[in-house]
């Protein structure tokens, strides 16, 4: 297996004192790259010089998520549009809206996510426009409004981390969106409907991430007592994708990762 983990988390402080050999664990379980989620301020920065690191394996997105929205100033759009002129930095993102928490004021978070799509309006790579990494949680409504104001001037999106119905999940097919599945499909408490969800995604617009630290799928055995996920357990993330889908894992793990490589321009 060559798998692709879409989103995660590896400036996060829990991989500050094991970093190199977590990325030894996820090489010997079959991940072969991963782009880096950048998703805020302080730690776009860092995901652009960790994939700056390990060229060819690591790769990393520039944005600022939601919670964070409310840092959203002139100097931070400037910094991240820096970040962007690095061919590492393969997505704008991780940006959009997060209504469950309300971490930042929800004016705000529209503001950030709109100028955070302005970047991508105004960004090509080749003639093509960025890819677009993009959170929704809770706002659903107010997000499919924002993405229309900006109808026909984006490239490919992936809405990352799908947790919702099965009405938001066609809104997006319907877009021509990707979408991204974590471990969530292995909680039985909150993601058992994504079990038979998953099967009306098409191959071309379904990526896998592990969203590492965050989301260790419940279905892991024995759960490791730090808790701390970990882009090794994409291997077990595809083999239950693949079961729910009734394919077999080598299919949904060639699949997602072709679709990876094509959505973001990665090389083989
Ligand atoms: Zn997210």
Redesign the pocket.
């Known amino acids: 297996m060559r798998l692709i983990d879409i989103?995660a988390n590896l400036t996060h402080d829990s991989f500050d004192h094991d970093r190199d050999a977590v990325l030894q664990r996820a090489r010997d379980a079959g991940v072969a790259q991963l782009v880096v989620?950048g998703?805020s301020r302080e730690h776009s920065p860092k995901a652009l010089a960790l994939a700056q690191a390990h060229p060819g394996v690591l790769f990393a997105t520039a944005g600022v998520?939601p919670h964070h929205a409310s840092e959203y100033t002139d100097e931070c759009d400037a910094e991240l549009r820096a970040l962007h002129a690095h061919p590492e930095v393969v997505a704008v993102g991780?940006c959009?809206l997060?209504y469950f928490r309300d971490f930042s004021p929800r004016p705000a978070q529209r503001r950030a996510f709109e100028r955070q799509l302005q970047i991508a309006v105004d960004l090509t790579v080749d003639g093509m426009r960025k890819p677009l990494f993009l959170?929704q949680?809770d706002a659903h409504g107010d997000f499919m409004a924002v993405m229309k104001d900006f109808d026909g001037k984006l490239g490919p999106a992936v809405v990352?981390?799908f947790t919702g119905s099965r009405a938001e999940l066609f809104d997006y097919l319907d877009q021509d969106w990707h979408v991204g599945i974590t471990g969530w499909l292995c909680d039985e408490r909150r993601g058992q409907h994504l079990r038979e969800l998953v099967k009306h995604i098409p191959a071309h617009r379904l990526m896998i991430e592990t969203?590492a630290p965050y989301l260790l799928p419940r279905t892991v055995k024995p759960q490791p007592s730090h808790r701390r996920n970990e882009p090794m357990y994409l291997a077990h993330i595809v083999a239950e994708l693949a079961r729910d889908r009734g394919e077999e894992v080598a299919v949904t793990a060639a699949h997602t990762a072709a679709t990876a490589r094509a959505f973001f321009r990665l090389p083989d």
């Open positions: 989103g989620t998703a998520h991780e959009g997060d959170h949680r990352h981390c969203d």
